[in-house]
């Protein structure tokens, strides 16, 4: 769906419910990136359901919000019996629910997962009109853009130092998407996007030796959790080759999800200049 | 005797020669004689560290978990008595992952370091007694293969199961590392994680050798010997699970190596199984440093796993062995 044509629907539907003389009152969220919007934006009681993931702090900056608020796992029999009056979800995820619930005639929106700071912006607003909270959604950018500022007020004068973020099974976030922003507007260069990774992929760990970059950004480590994949982030090799200083760590549920948190993160990394 | 000391002489001769090509295959592009000169010095230059924190510990486990599976092929076949034996096929290699799943993915590797191995000798030590208690020590090939299928399928059924309900994000897409095995990025902490309980097995199984040369004879001709057969059998199952349990549980599950090498080697040392079990150790190391020399070769980005390999060339293998053995299993 184009652009325009989402916002010719989100007008529809809002001036529907203006026309109804009401905001939506029983929205459900589909996907962990709507669901963290919709718990900033929108007053509890408001919410239907969000998903399984959004109560976990792992995962979910807001979680500690989702108290009270049901949480379901995906599946179209879970939503339905809800009456949600709003569904919004993230394009290409739980694309069977999606054309389940289109079905049954029940409102739902999906949105694409902004890859820019630009469309970050773009995607509270979005989101925002069609909750009925578009002042809400303003406050929200209003502070994203202060807490940038201050990154960079932060890294500006230092020189350019080249960065990587390193995830389980060496995943790494090249040119063309969100991380790759948040990593420069702390001041970084961005290796991945030097070697030039488009999108997603995965860095071996010699190959990321080879690259030597100044500064490894890794996830903080979640608690009790053990796996082959993670253990790529705690290779011996990478803590020699950062000699005495240390890995950044950022806590994980700050650029899991594309969206607002984004500004967070830039922050954190802008912080923790070595 | 002195043929057995020259066939092993040139076994090893080969392996460190393949452990000097393995060192020389990576990504990135590093000069050996410099990095190896890097190291001896404690120069902390790039090509040391690709040197003694990748490619060394890789290229060492390499060789001793395939000395490991090769070893313990030879092992299980003598104890057995039986050609068709194998850590991978009589399930002792998938009940070792089960175990090293269950301790790395629900904590208790957080709990205590060492839990990975412990976990993953109790699982091989369980299947070894399994097969034993479902084929008995005097079992036709067709009662063992049967009761391998079984363990087999239990086993990796109770892989998927612990898997899917792993509290982790990771561990189902590491169902195929288990399954089919690897040892690309594995540090130097699982190497000496393993090498003490895969050394201790070596030993149990290399002493063992007069007795599986006394049991080949039969088990009255054995015990005539003055062998308690209990005994025997319990130390060559101990060092089985100790070094099998030890190799899987920092490699996954490479299968055939211990089918096929003691096959390949047992006209060479006069079909005596005690001579079989060194040569079968050099033998085991060869062929998965081979494999994992391939699997670097072959897809450098998106490496294959090392089962792969080895079942494309183990399972032909074992299809002929089956037809060369079809009298017998009427």
């Known amino acids: 769906m184009s652009t325009g044509l989402r916002f010719l629907l989100i007008a529809t539907i809002t001036s529907s419910l203006a026309w109804a003389g009401d905001k939506p009152q029983r929205i459900v969220s589909l996907s962990l990136c709507t669901d963290q919007l919709l718990l900033m934006l929108v007053d509890k009681e408001r919410i239907a359901a969000v998903t399984h993931l959004a109560t976990d702090n792992n995962y979910s900056y807001m979680w500690k919000a989702t108290r009270g608020i049901p949480a379901h796992s995906g599946l179209a029999e879970e939503i339905v019996p809800l009456t949600p009056d709003l569904i919004i979800g993230s394009r290409y995820s739980n694309s069977n629910s999606v054309s389940m619930l289109r079905r049954l005639n029940h409102p739902v929106l999906t949105f694409d997962s902004p890859t820019t700071l630009l469309q970050v912006e773009q995607f509270t607003r979005e989101i925002g009109s069609a909750v009925g909270e578009p002042e809400r959604a303003e406050q929200i950018i209003a502070t994203m853009q202060s807490e940038i500022t201050k990154a960079k007020s932060l890294v500006a004068g230092k020189t350019e130092l080249l960065a990587i973020s390193y995830a389980p099974n060496g995943f790494t976030a090249g040119k063309h998407t969100l991380k790759n922003e948040i990593i420069e507007a702390a001041g970084y260069r961005n290796l991945a996007a030097e070697l030039g990774i488009e999108y997603y992929g995965n860095l071996g760990i010699e190959q990321l030796l080879y690259a030597r970059p100044d500064v490894i950004i890794v996830d903080e480590d979640l608690p009790n959790q053990n796996s082959l994949a993670q253990q790529f982030t705690v290779h011996p090799a990478l803590q020699r080759l950062l000699g005495e200083r240390s890995p950044t760590r950022i806590p994980g549920n700050y650029w899991l999800c594309p969206g607002p948190l984004a500004a967070k993160a830039i922050l954190a990394l802008a912080e923790q200049r070595q | ?330």
């Open chain 2, 1 to 330: 005797m002195n043929s057995s000391i020259a066939l092993n002489s040139l076994l090893l001769v080969i392996t460190l020669a393949l452990v000097v090509v393995a060192l020389h295959i990576g990504p990135a592009d590093i000069d050996l004689t410099v990095a190896i000169a890097d190291s001896w010095q404690g120069n902390n230059s790039l090509q040391a560290m690709i040197f003694s924190e990748i490619r060394l510990p890789r290229s060492l486990l390499a060789a001793t978990v395939g000395a490991t599976l090769g070893m313990a092929g030879a092992a299980l076949q003598g104890l057995l008595r039986n050609p068709l034996a194998g850590p991978g096929l009589v399930g002792v290699s998938t009940c070792a992952a089960l175990g090293a799943i269950i301790a790395l993915y629900f904590g208790f590797s957080a709990i205590a370091w060492f839990a990975v191995p412990i976990f993953g000798m109790i699982g091989a030590g369980i299947s070894v007694l399994l097969i034993f208690a479902l084929a008995g020590h005097n079992s036709s090939i067709m009662t063992l293969i049967l009761a391998g299928v079984a363990v087999n399928a239990v086993a990796s059924s109770l892989i998927s199961l612990a898997l899917n309900f792993a509290p982790n994000p990771y561990a189902m897409s590491e169902m195929v590392y288990w399954l089919l095995g690897s040892i690309a990025n594995r540090s130097f902490a699982d190497f000496s994680l393993a090498i003490p309980f895969m050394i201790s097995g070596w030993l149990l199984i290399l002493n063992s050798g007069r007795f599986l040369n006394a049991l080949s004879l039969g088990e009255d001709t054995a015990q005539s010997l003055g062998f308690n057969l209990k005994l025997h059998r319990s130390l060559l199952i101990i060092g089985v699970a100790l070094s099998v349990g030890a190799a899987v549980s920092v490699s996954g599950n490479i299968g055939f190596v211990g089918l096929l090498i003691p096959h390949l080697l047992r006209p060479l040392v006069g079909h005596e199984p005690g001579r079989l079990l060194a040569a079968s150790g050099f033998g085991g190391a060869i062929l998965v440093l081979l494999a994992d020399i391939t699997v670097q070769l072959v897809s450098p980005t998106q490496e294959l796993k090392l089962g792969v390999i080895t079942a494309l060339v183990g399972g032909p293998f074992f299809l002929y062995l089956i037809i060369k053995t079809r009298n017998t299993l009427q």
